[in-house]
Each structure stands twice: as C-alpha cells, then as structure tokens.
C-alpha cells in the first residue's frame, strides 16, 4: 500500500510537471496574448506567423533534435551542464520576436511582456552557470506577475498554482525546494522590474 501510495504521489507529480512544462505554458499564455491584444483575428494571425519561427518553431525544434540526438537527458533538461546552449537559442529566439514584435507596432503590453521574458531568461541563464534553478516556477512566476500587473491584484490567487507545481519538481527530485523559491522570487522580481521601467504599476 506504501508502495502504491509513492507511485501515485509520482505519478501526479510528474501529470504536473508535463502540463506546467515552460515551453508549453509560455507559448500558450503568448498566443492568448496576441489574440487579446490584436484587432482582429486576420492581425492576430499576421502577428503569429511573424513570431512563430523565433519564438515558438525553432527553439522547440532544436530542443526535440538536442533530446534525440542525446545533447539533453530530457525535456524538462535536468542536467544543469545541459542547459545553457539550448537557453541560449531560446534568447535569441525571444529578443527576435520582441525585435519583430516591435515594428508591428504591437500594443505596449504585448510588447513588454515579450521583452521580460528575455532579460528573465538571460538572468536565468547566468544563474545556471553556476546553480541549478527552477524553470518550471521561474516560467509561471513571470505569466502570474504580468497577469497581475496588466490585469490587477485580483489576479493574485494564481501564484497558488505555483504550490502543487513547485511540489512535483521537489518529488521528482528535479529540485530542490530553494531552487523552486528561487525560481519564483527572481522571475517575478525581473519581471515587475520590466514592466515597471514601462510605467506599469499594480491595477486596485
């Protein structure tokens, strides 16, 4: 019964981490975005078929090539040593969209939140060189704080998801609970910073 009780403690932990996966959440939360802040569905698309290749194709693809040629353990990329390179296409797939981003003349909170995301992932990445941390709540903690900071404080009972979400990388032994915290406390830091250089301050 033991037994049965830690293989369904593994298994809803790993069901967490899959569907809280960065590369997942992020495209989902950017597409929501663009159609929220576009015109009309045509702009919307004409906006998405500009960032797509940058933002969303090639760094997936590269990820699915470096996880079948064996250059990552995995998807979640596990191995601290492994991640820098494929961040790294991930930055210059992100600094491209906002770049793309900014001569569509997009509205400003698209464009700001694109533009945290990068500084977020150089940060991330520096750290890397030298301590693992969590992408998995460092990824939410950046969708939450725009959300609050675009959307108002009523928005807060998000950051909750990040819980059962911080809890499946510790069980999975992914992390540990400082680099999950870590994680939190530095995306959200960078990304109020960001939207705060902008102007942007919390909706009452």
Same mark, same amino acid.
């Given at each position: ?5 830690? @293989?369904? @403690?593994?298994? =809803? ?6 569907? *809280?996966?960065?590369?997942?959440? *992020? ?7 663009? %159609?929220? +802040?576009?015109? !009309?569905?045509?702009?919307?698309? @004409? =906006?998405?078929?500009?960032?797509? &290749?940058?933002? $969303? /194709?090639?760094?997936?693809? +590269?990820?699915?090539?470096?996880? #079948?040629?064996?250059?990552?353990? !995995?998807?979640? $990329? ?5 991640? &820098?390179?494929?961040?790294?296409? /991930? ?11 900014? /001569?569509?003349?997009? &509205? ?23 301590? #693992? ?20 404080? #009523?928005?807060? &009972? %998000? +950051? ?6 911080? =809890?499946? @990388? ?17 995306? *959200? ?10 102007? +942007?301050?919390?909706?009452?």
């Amino acid at each position: 019964m033991k037994k049965m009780d830690i @293989r369904k @403690r593994q298994d =809803w932990a790993e069901i967490l981490s899959l569907i *809280s996966s960065p590369p997942l959440v *992020s495209t989902v939360f950017f597409i929501f975005l663009v %159609f929220k +802040y576009s015109s !009309d569905l045509s702009e919307g698309l @004409r =906006w998405l078929v500009g960032i797509n &290749p940058f933002l $969303i /194709f090639i760094p997936i693809t +590269y990820l699915g090539i470096s996880y #079948k040629l064996g250059w990552v353990s !995995d998807f979640d $990329i596990s191995e601290r040593n492994q991640r &820098p390179l494929p961040m790294t296409i /991930f930055i210059i797939g992100v600094a491209v969209a906002s770049i793309i981003l900014y /001569f569509l003349k997009v &509205p400003l909170d698209l464009f700001v939140y694109a533009l945290s995301g990068f500084v977020t992932l150089i940060i991330m990445t520096v750290i890397t060189f030298f301590w #693992k941390i969590s992408l998995h709540t460092a990824t939410l903690s950046s969708i939450f704080t725009a959300i609050v900071v675009l959307g108002g404080l #009523k928005f807060l &009972p %998000f +950051y909750l998801i990040l819980i059962p979400v911080g =809890w499946s @990388r510790v069980v999975l032994k992914k992390h540990s609970v400082n680099q999950v915290i870590t994680g939190v406390l530095v995306s *959200s830091l960078v990304t109020l910073t960001v939207f705060h250089l902008f102007g +942007y301050n919390f909706n009452f």
